[in-house]
C-alpha cells in the first residue's frame, strides 16, 4: 500500500514553477532522499506534500493527516524545558509516548533543561525526537541532519530505520550523507521548469506577466 | 487544543515571555494623559472613560506583534498548520491566550488607573463591564491584523496602523455604556451592541485570521 | 467574448491603450468643464458664492465611496477567480480613492468655516469620511510593505473585505454616538430637491467627469503595475535561469 | 472677473486646494508610468 | 557621515521604510480620542494640546524600533562598528535621521490634526514651537531605548516602557509651552526648560546609546 | 612587516571561554585559515580581531582601522540598488573605487538592481566587492563562500590572491576548500577551553559562578 503518490507535481516559489512533472510514489517502508543544487525547489517540493502550500499543478494522493513535517525551525520554544516542548507537541497531534521518544534521541539527562540551554545539535536532536511523539507514518524532512555531529548522525539513521520497519516512510531532502544506504534517491535536477509561460493557470504575479 | 492554550499562557508568565508589560504600558499612559492636559480633577473627569478605554487598546496593540510572529520565527506555525487542529481554532486560542494575559488584566487594572484619572465612583462598575465585554473583540481582531503582518519584520507600526481602525465601534460603545452608565440612563442599547460586535466578530474573524496565516506560510 | 477575457494583461494592455486618449480628453473636458461652469454659476441667495464648492464636492465625496465599493468589488473578483489583473487594479484604485477623500474632506472643512463657524465639526457623515480615509490608509500601506506580490494581493484583499464591514459597521456606531449626544441636532447639508437647475446641470457635467477621471487614473494606474509586474518577473526568471 | 462676495477667499482656497490635489495624483500616476515603461523598454532591448 | 544620514533618509522613503506611517497613526490616534471622550468643543478643545503632545511622543515611539533592529539583523551594524566612525556618531546621526522622517513631519502635521481637536488658533504656533524644540528629544533618547533592546526580539513593548518614563520632562514643558502661550502668558521660561533638555539630550545621550550598543554586539 | 600579531588570546561567548592560548601572526601578503568543529569559537575568535567585542586574555597587535569585516549578513539593504549599497560603504570607509569593485566580482550587468532581486549568490559576490572599497589591508571573513556556487568560489580565490598581491591580508573560517592552496591553516581545536575555573578575571556571569 502506498503511503504517498506523487503524480507530474509542479510546485512553484515567489510566483515562478520551481519543478515540475514530478512523479513518484512511497510505500510503507521506505525511505526517499531527494537531492539537488541549491534553489531547485526541494524546500517547496516538501512544504507542497505536507500541505503548507498548494501545487500549481500535478496531483498529491495520501491520507489525511498522515505528515508529519520538520524544517530547519524546530518549532521549540527556548523558555520552556525539553519534557515540556516534546509533551506540547505529544498532545496537540494527540498521543506519542515522550519517555520513550526521549530515550530514543539520548535526552534524558536533558529532560529539564530549559531548550534555551541547549546547544544547537542537542536542539537538533529534541527537533527529531519531536516526529516521534507525532505518531504519524510519513517523516518529511528538509536537511534532518544540519548541525548534528557523527555519532548523531548515525543516531537519526537509527530513528528513520526504526520508523520504517514499524511500517512509516520518510521523504527527505539533504546535501549530505545520511547513513541510510537503503533509501531510495531522487535527483530533481532533471525536473528544473522549463522557462517561458507555461500552458494552464500562472502559478503567480512573476508567470502570469513575464 | 487545552494544551495550546496553556503552553501559550505558559509561555506568556515566564521569563521574557512579556506578562505585565501591557499594564505598566497601561499605567504609564494613564501617568502621562495628567502631564499633558493639567492636573485638575474638572479637566480629567469628564474624560477618564475615553482616556481609560483608549489606553487599554493601545495597551492591547502593542502586545499585538507577539501573538504569531514568534511562532512563525521559530517554526511553529509550519508545525501548527500540519497538526490535526483547524488553523481557525488555533487562531481562536491564541486571541483567548492574549486575552487572558492581556485583555483580562486591563479590565482589572483599569478601575485602579481610574483613580489616576478621577473617574467617578459610579462609573466604575459600566468601566468594568463595558472592558470586559469589549476587549475579547479588541484581541480578536489584533489576532487578524498580527495574522496578516507575520511575515513583516518590524511590521508594529503597520500592525496598528490596521487594526486600529477596526477597532472604533468598539471603542465608541464601550465609551458610550460607561457615559450612559455614570449619567444615570439606560446603558442597555450599547451594551447589546457591544455585545453584538464582540460575538459578530469571534464567530467570523478567526476564519479571515486562519486565512490570512495561510497565505503567509505559503 | 466574456468580461474575464480582460483580466488578461496582453489583452487589457492592448484595449486599455486604445481607450486611454479618447477617455482622457473626455475626462479633461468633462471635469475642467464642469468646475469651471460651476465656479461661473450665480449665487445663493443664503450660501453666497460658497455654493460653488458643491460641484468639487458632490462629486468627490460620491467618487471616494464608490471607488472603495469599486475596489472591495475587484478584491472579490481577485480572491474568487484569481485574475492577477483585478488585483493590481484595486491597489490602483486605492489612491486615487484617498485623494478623493481628502478633496471631500477639504472643501467641506474649508466650507464649513463660513457656514458652521468651524473648520471641523464632529458631525456623523464628516466622521464617516475621517474613518473611510483611515481605511484607504491602512490599504494603501499594506500593499506597499508587502514584497511579494502574490501574498500582498490576498492579503490587501482579506484587509478589504474585512475593512469594508467594519467601514460600515463603524458609520452606524457614529451615528449612534453623536446623536447620543445632541438629540436630532444634527447638521444636515442641503437636501438635493431644493437645488436649482442653474446648480444641477454643471453638477451633472462635474460629476461625469470625476468619474472619467478616475476611469482614466485606474487604467493608466493599472498599465503601470503591469509593467513593473512584467519587469519584476523578467528578472525572476532570468535569475532562476 | 467675476464677483465671489465675502466669501472669496472661502471659494478660492476650496478649488485650490482640490485642483491642486487632482494635479498632484494625475501627475504623480502619469510620470510613475512613464517611467515604468521606460525602464521595462530598457530591460527589453537590452535582452 | 552624510553618506550615513542620506542612506537612512532613502531607506526610510523606499518602499518598505515606513515612511508616514508614525504620522497615520499620529491621525488615527486624533481620531479616537473624540470617540473616547466625546465630540463637544468644550470637551475636546481643553484636552487638546496634551492630546496632541501625547500622541505624537506614541507616534514617535512606535518608530523607534526601526532605528536600530534592521541594521542589527542584516549586519549592518557590525560593519558601522568596525567602520572609521565612532559609534557616537553613528547613533546621534541615526537619531537625526529619526527625527527628519518622523518627528518633522509629525510638526508639520499637528497643526491640522489640531483642527480634527479644536486647538484654539492661537495656540497652533506655539504647538508647532514646542514640538519642533521638544521632538530631537524624542528622537535622541528613543534611539537610545532602541540601543538597549536591539538585542530583543520583539522587544517593542519593552521599548516602550523603558523610553516613556524619559519622555516626561520634555512632555511637561512641552504642553506648558502651549497652555501658556495659548492663555496669553509668557512661555519663555518653559521654552527654555524644554530647549535645555533637548540641547543636554542631543550632547549627552549618544555616549549612553553607543554603550549599550556595544554591549550588545559583543 | 606583520599586519596581525595575536599572543596567547583568550575569548569568551556566552560567558563561558571557548578557545585560549592562540597565538600567531599575520604577515602582508598572507592569508590563515582557522578551522575546527561547530561550536569551537571561530567566529568569536574573528568578531574579537575585528574589535567587536574584547578579549579575555592575550594581545592583539595590528594597526587601527585595518580590518575589513564580512560575516554570515552581509549589511546589504534590500531597497537599495547595488551601487547604492557598494558606494554606502565606499563613503563609510572613506575611498574605494565602486565601478572596479562591481567589475571585479562581475556585478556591472545588475548595478541598477535592487539588492532585494539578487540571488543568494549574487548577494554574497556584492558582500565580497564591498571588501575591496573599503581599502582596508586586512581582511577578517567568516565563512565567505557560504551559498556560493564553483565558479564563483574560484571567483573569490582570485579576488582574495589579488588582495595577497597587493600587500593585504585575510584571516578566514570556513569548513570548505576555498582552493587557496598557498594558505596557512590553523585549526583550534587544539585551544579548546579547558573546563573549570580559569585563573585570573572571569569571562562573564557564567564563569564568575561556575
Ligand atoms: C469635512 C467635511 C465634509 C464632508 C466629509 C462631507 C461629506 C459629504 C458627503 C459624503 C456628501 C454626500 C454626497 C452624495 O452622497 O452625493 C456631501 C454632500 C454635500 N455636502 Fe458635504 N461634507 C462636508 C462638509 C460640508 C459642509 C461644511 C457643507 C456646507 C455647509 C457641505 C455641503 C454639502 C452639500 C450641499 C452636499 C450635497 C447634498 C446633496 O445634494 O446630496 N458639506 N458631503
Ligand atoms: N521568498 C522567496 N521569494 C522568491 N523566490 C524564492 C523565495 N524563496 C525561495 N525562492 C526561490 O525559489 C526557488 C526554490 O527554493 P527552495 O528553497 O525550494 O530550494 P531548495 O532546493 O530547498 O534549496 P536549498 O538546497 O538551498 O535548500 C529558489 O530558486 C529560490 O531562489
Ligand atoms: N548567544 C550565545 N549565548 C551563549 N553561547 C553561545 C552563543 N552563541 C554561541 N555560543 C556558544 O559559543 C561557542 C562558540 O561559538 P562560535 O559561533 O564562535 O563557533 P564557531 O566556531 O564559529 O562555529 P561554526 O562552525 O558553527 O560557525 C559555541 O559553543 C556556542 O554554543
Ligand atoms: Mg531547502
Ligand atoms: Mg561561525
Same mark, same amino acid.
Given at each position: ?9 509542479? &510546485? ?64 521549540? +520554544? ?7 516542548? @516534546? ?29 534555551? %540551554? ?12 519531536? /516526529? ?20 548523531? !548522525? ?14 512509516? =516512510? ?41 | ?10 509561555? $506568556? ?17 494613564? $501617568? ?71 485583555? /483580562?488584566?486591563?479590565?482589572? %487594572? ?55 481602525? /477596526? ?9 458610550? *455604556? ?22 459578530? &466578530? ?17 | ?9 496582453? +489583452? ?13 480628453? =473626455?475626462?479633461?473636458?468633462?471635469? @475642467? ?12 441667495? +443664503? ?6 464648492? !458643491? ?47 481628502? *478633496? %471631500? ?52 484583499? !482579506? ?48 460629476? /461625469? ?33 | 472677473?467675476?464677483?465671489?462676495? +465675502?466669501?472669496?477667499?472661502? &471659494? ?18 502619469? =510620470? ?16
Amino acid at each position: 500500500m502506498s503511503l504517498l503518490a506523487v503524480h507530474d507535481l509542479a &510546485v512553484a516559489r515567489g510566483g515562478i514553477r520551481a519543478v515540475e512533472g514530478v512523479s513518484f510514489t512511497l510505500d510503507a517502508g521506505e525511505a526517499l532522499i531527494l537531492r539537488g543544487p541549491n534553489g531547485i525547489g526541494k524546500t517547496t517540493l516538501l512544504r507542497c506534500v505536507a500541505g503548507l502550500q498548494l501545487a500549481v499543478d500535478g496531483r498529491i494522493e495520501m491520507a489525511e493527516d498522515s505528515v508529519a513535517y520538520a524544517a530547519h525551525a524546530d518549532g521549540l +520554544k527556548a523558555a520552556l524545558t525539553v519534557t515540556e516542548n @516534546l509533551r506540547f507537541w505529544a498532545q496537540i497531534f494527540g498521543g506519542g509516548n515522550v519517555e520513550q521518544a526521549l530515550t530514543a534521541m539520548d535526552l534524558t539527562a536533558l529532560a529539564d533543561r530549559p531548550a534555551a %540551554a541547549l546547544s544547537a545539535g542537542q536542539k537538533r536532536r529534541l527537533g527529531l525526537a519531536r /516526529l516521534m511523539v507525532t505518531g504519524r507514518p510519513l517523516w518529511v524532512l528538509d536537511e534532518p541532519t544540519v548541525s548534528l555531529d557523527a555519532a548523531s !548522525v548515525e543516531r537519526f539513521a537509527a530513528l528513520v530505520r526504526a520508523h520504517l520497519a514499524g511500517g512509516g =516512510a520518510a521523504l527527505m531532502a539533504t546535501h549530505i550523507d545520511l547513513g541510510l544506504g537503503e533509501a531510495r534517491v531522487l535527483d530533481l535536477t532533471p525536473y528544473r521548469a522549463r522557462p517561458g509561460r507555461p500552458p494552464g493557470r500562472p502559478a503567480g504575479f512573476n508567470e502570469a506577466f513575464a | 487544543m487545552i494544551a495550546l492554550l496553556k503552553r501559550d499562557l505558559a509561555l $506568556a508568565t515566564r521569563a521574557g515571555g512579556g506578562f505585565g508589560l501591557a499594564v505598566a504600558f497601561f499605567l504609564i499612559l494613564c $501617568a502621562l494623559v495628567p502631564f499633558g492636559v493639567g492636573p485638575e480633577t474638572s479637566a480629567l473627569r469628564p474624560i477618564a472613560p475615553g482616556i481609560l478605554w483608549v489606553g487599554a487598546l493601545l495597551s492591547c496593540l502593542l502586545s499585538l506583534d507577539r501573538i504569531f510572529a514568534l511562532d512563525h520565527e521559530d517554526g511553529s506555525l509550519d508545525l501548527l498548520a500540519t497538526a490535526p487542529i483547524p488553523l481557525e481554532a488555533v487562531t481562536a486560542l491564541k486571541a483567548l491566550a492574549h486575552w487572558i494575559t492581556t485583555g /483580562l488584566p486591563l479590565v482589572v %487594572a483599569a478601575p485602579v488607573f481610574g483613580i489616576l484619572l478621577h473617574l467617578p465612583g459610579q462609573a466604575t462598575g459600566w468601566l468594568i463591564v463595558s472592558l470586559l465585554i469589549g476587549t475579547p473583540a479588541l484581541s480578536m481582531l489584533g489576532a487578524f491584523g498580527a495574522a496578516i503582518t507575520v511575515g513583516l519584520r518590524r511590521g508594529g507600526l503597520l500592525l496598528s496602523l490596521l487594526v486600529l481602525p /477596526l477597532y472604533i465601534p468598539t471603542l465608541i460603545f464601550g465609551t458610550e *455604556i460607561i457615559r450612559r452608565g455614570a449619567e444615570g440612563g439606560d446603558p442597555t442599547t450599547p451594551i447589546l451592541f457591544l455585545a453584538g460586535i464582540t460575538a459578530g &466578530v469571534m464567530a467570523l474573524v478567526p476564519f479571515a485570521a486562519a486565512a490570512a496565516l495561510r497565505v503567509n506560510l505559503r | 467574448m466574456s468580461i474575464w477575457e480582460y483580466a488578461n494583461p496582453v +489583452k487589457f494592455m492592448r484595449v486599455s491603450g486604445a481607450a486611454l486618449p479618447w477617455l482622457a480628453i =473626455a475626462a479633461a473636458v468633462c471635469t @475642467l468643464g464642469g468646475i469651471a461652469w460651476g465656479f461661473l454659476t450665480p449665487e445663493d441667495y +443664503k450660501q453666497g458664492s460658497t455654493v460653488k464648492i !458643491v460641484f468639487l464636492h458632490v462629486p468627490a465625496a460620491m467618487m471616494a465611496i464608490n471607488i472603495w465599493v469599486m475596489m472591495l468589488i475587484a478584491s472579490l473578483i481577485w480572491l474568487i477567480r484569481r485574475h492577477h489583473v483585478s488585483a493590481l487594479a484595486a491597489k490602483a484604485a486605492a489612491p486615487v480613492g484617498a485623494v478623493m477623500t481628502l *478633496i %471631500a474632506l477639504a472643501t467641506g472643512a474649508i466650507w464649513g468655516q463660513p457656514m458652521w463657524g468651524t473648520w471641523w465639526e464632529w458631525d456623523p457623515r464628516l466622521t464617516s469620511f475621517l474613518i473611510l480615509l483611515l481605511f484607504y490608509i491602512g490599504y494603501i500601506a499594506l500593499w506597499s510593505a508587502i514584497e511579494d506580490p502574490d501574498s500582498a494581493a490576498d492579503l490587501t484583499g !482579506v484587509l478589504c473585505l474585512v475593512g469594508s464591514v467594519f467601514a460600515l459597521l463603524s458609520r452606524y456606531a457614529v451615528l449612534f454616538w453623536n446623536q447620543g449626544l445632541h438629540q436630532g441636532a444634527s447638521l444636515s447639508v442641503a437636501p438635493g430637491e431644493r437645488m436649482s437647475e442653474v446648480y444641477r446641470y454643471p453638477l451633472y457635467v462635474s460629476m /461625469l467627469g470625476f468619474l472619467l477621471l478616475f476611469l482614466v487614473l485606474v487604467l493608466v494606474r493599472t498599465r503601470t503595475e503591469i509593467r513593473r509586474r512584467r519587469l519584476a518577473a523578467l528578472q525572476a526568471r532570468e535569475m532562476r535561469a | 472677473m467675476i464677483d465671489l462676495g +465675502k466669501y472669496a477667499g472661502t &471659494v478660492l482656497a476650496a478649488y485650490g486646494v482640490s485642483l491642486l490635489l487632482l494635479a498632484g495624483i494625475v501627475w504623480q500616476s502619469w =510620470a510613475a508610468n512613464a517611467r515604468a515603461r521606460r525602464e521595462l523598454e530598457k530591460y527589453e532591448k537590452n535582452g
